[in-house]
């Protein structure tokens, strides 16, 4: 299982952003250049990442930027808690090929639907049955 890579804190922020994730890997695809975080999973992504879960809706994951969007103790205490690594034990536990950071919208879209609404790589899931 890859791992998501240490987290880089930059500065600590009250409540406008979250800037202490940037850098840290993309729960996706494992570039360091995130920039937005989910904060329903507790995960990092990067931007190219974010406009296909901005497109599965707010029932699947909640999107926010980590410079300009508000970030409550709350959330910010989810996202210490989880973060990709843990996150990733349980819904990526079945993966065979996570997608590359230069991977198309198209194979972002299907192995974040596969991941996210499907729950095909979920640990719960021995099949890793999804769609291709």
Known sequence: MPSSGPAVYLKVTMSRGC??????AC???AQHRTGVGL?????????????????M???????????LDNWTTDIITQMEEKGN???NEVYECNVLDKIAPDSSREERSVFMR??????????????????T
Not at 19 to 24: A, N, V
Not at 114 to 131: F, I, Q, T
């Open 85 to 87: 690594t843990k996150f």
């Open 39 to 55: 904060h329903r999973h507790g995960t990092t992504i990067c931007i190219d990442c974010s406009g296909v879960h901005r497109s």
């Open 27 to 29: 729960a996706q695809t």
């Open 19 to 24: 800037t202490q994730y940037l850098g840290t």
């Open 114 to 131: 596969n991941k996210y609404v499907l729950r095909a790589y979920h640990k719960d899931n021995p099949s890793g049955a999804g769609e």
């Open 57 to 67: 809706g707010v029932n699947v994951s909640k999107v926010r930027s980590l410079l």
